[in-house]
Structure formats: structure tokens, C-alpha cells
């Protein structure tokens, strides 16, 4: 029996040792003590392993306001945390740079902040480009990025109405706590990085980002599973 299989069985133990039966539950501790010490499971080790972890790729290198902002509802939505991670990966002569959201949860809760930021991220992504492609053609780069940026916090900013329709579950702040600095002990407090700072953007971009930010949806499956049954767990 390995250490996973272990905590496994000791957490199902431990279900049942809060049984009705004083004898069965009685046996359910005593057993679930003696798998502690053979496999040098700690309580607080038994408590991390319900926490989970969803990794998923990020719409830009850079990390945006509103990437951040779109990242932070959702984690906040659905009792999360997150850390943005960023690796470099030899690809034949050069060096590309692959950057992750992780959400951090207990149970099922980090799959379905993962699921709604991969549906709402993409949809925010083409809704930016589709803004950004009806900017004149005189426009600089750096213009197109801050007005998509712009846009995008529009967007980000309608979207958010869609996940107050799901009550968020009780966030179990220590333990996540726990588990990012025993995994993460380096992690730095990201600042996202404003692109439309002396730019020429306007309100306009914001208000049809808003307004194109209302029509966001969240019913898509995911993994063959229904989203709405994701979503319910949630509730």
C-alpha cells in the first residue's frame, strides 16, 4: 500500500469512525490511528489531501488587469484560490515561455473554477480580437492592445453577473493557505500590468465590452460531464 492508498483508507476510516455504532466507530479510529503510524500520516497531511489543484493556460504572457480580474472572480466564485505560474521550455533552438492559472481548492471546486475560467477566458480572448479588429487601420499595436484591454475589462466587468448566480461555497482559507506555501513556499504577490496607462482609449471601448460581456454563458460540458452538473456542485 502506497502513501496515496493510505490516506485513502485512513480518510474513509475516519468516515467511519463517526458512525452511530460506538463499537464500529470505535474500530474505524483504531484503525485509521495504526495506518497513521505505519505510514507517518499526520492529521494535518490527512486535511491537505483534500485540497485540489486545476492548472490551466493563460490567454497571455503578461497577465493583464483583466486576465487577473477574470482569474480572481472566478477563484472568488466558487471558494478558490490561485497562483499564476510561468515556465521556460527548450522547443529546438529557442525558448518559450508557458504560463498556467492554477486554481486551488477543497474537493471538486478548484475542476469547476477551471472549467469556468477555460469557457470564460476564451470567450473573453475572441470577444477582444473581434473589438480589436474593428479599430481603424492607422492604429498603432501598442493602441490595439490597450483598447482590447480595455474592452476586455468591460467584458470582465458583465461576465462577473453571471457568477453571482452561484452561491459561493465556504472557503476554507487556512487550509488552502497550508497547502500553497508547502507547495508553492517561493510564490510572489503578482501585479498585473496595465496596458492602457497614456494610451488612447476611451469610455467607449469599457461600454462595448460591457455590453458584448452580458451575453457570456456558462453551459458548456466538460471531460463528457454536463457543465450545469458542475456548476450545481457549486450551489
Not at 72 to 80: K, P, Q, V
Request: hydrophobic content about 45%.
Amino acid at each position: 500500500m502506497n502513501r496515496d492508498q493510505a490516506l485513502s483508507k485512513i480518510k474513509k476510516c475516519l468516515a467511519l469512525a463517526k458512525s452511530q455504532n460506538p463499537n464500529e466507530a470505535a474500530i474505524a479510529m483504531r484503525q485509521a490511528q495504526r495506518l497513521m503510524v505505519e505510514h507517518a500520516v499526520s492529521p494535518e497531511d490527512v486535511a491537505l489531501s483534500d485540497v485540489a489543484t486545476a492548472r490551466c493556460s493563460t490567454r497571455t504572457n503578461s497577465q493583464p488587469r483583466w486576465e487577473v480580474r477574470l482569474a480572481t472572480m472566478i477563484a472568488e466564485a466558487f471558494g478558490c484560490d490561485l497562483i499564476w505560474t510561468r515556465n521556460c521550455e527548450l522547443l529546438g533552438f529557442r525558448y518559450i515561455t508557458r504560463c498556467e492559472v492554477v486554481f486551488i481548492g477543497v474537493g471538486s471546486a478548484a475542476q469547476i473554477a477551471g472549467y469556468a475560467w477555460d469557457v470564460l477566458s476564451r470567450q473573453c480572448a475572441k470577444a477582444r480580437l473581434a473589438h480589436i479588429r474593428k479599430q481603424p487601420a492607422r492604429c498603432k499595436p501598442i493602441t490595439l492592445t490597450a483598447r482590447g484591454d480595455e474592452f476586455a475589462m468591460g467584458w470582465v466587468a458583465a461576465a462577473s453577473l453571471k457568477l453571482e448566480e452561484f452561491v459561493a461555497p465556504d472557503r476554507e482559507v487556512l487550509l488552502i493557505q497550508q497547502y500553497k506555501a508547502a507547495t508553492w513556499p517561493d510564490s510572489v504577490t503578482l501585479k498585473p500590468k496595465d496596458r492602457t496607462v497614456g494610451r488612447n482609449v476611451t469610455l467607449n471601448d469599457r461600454r462595448e465590452g460591457y455590453v458584448a460581456g452580458l451575453d457570456a454563458e456558462l453551459n458548456r460540458g466538460v471531460n463528457g460531464v454536463p457543465a450545469q452538473g458542475l456548476l450545481e456542485a457549486a450551489r
